[in-house]
């Protein structure tokens, strides 16, 4: 693999701020793939959870960024 056949999803988690290219979209929300008592160790509420599409977790770029580590402390320090 050469560097410019990631050079656009590089570009993709730059501009999201996130940090994170996901590529499998599973066509339904997580609220409907969560069980209900797990929104008590997870940080996002029912209406977020019913916004956000479910990707799969097949294939995902991820890069180092403040989002990035914000969300690996909080599943690392529950």
């Known amino acids: ?16 701020g996130r940090g ?11 609220f409907v793939a969560t069980h209900p008592q797990m929104y008590r160790y997870l940080p996002i509420t ?16 991820i890069r180092r960024s403040e989002q990035v580590r914000r969300t690996q402390t909080c599943f690392v320090n529950s």
Not at 20 to 30: E, L
């Open 1 to 16: 693999m050469l560097k410019s056949d990631l050079e656009e999803v590089y570009q993709q988690a730059l501009s999201t």
């Open 46 to 61: 029912n209406n977020s959870a019913i916004s956000v599409d479910m990707h799969g977790a097949n294939a995902i770029f």
């Open 20 to 30: 994170i290219v996901m590529f499998d979209v599973t066509g339904h929300n997580i």
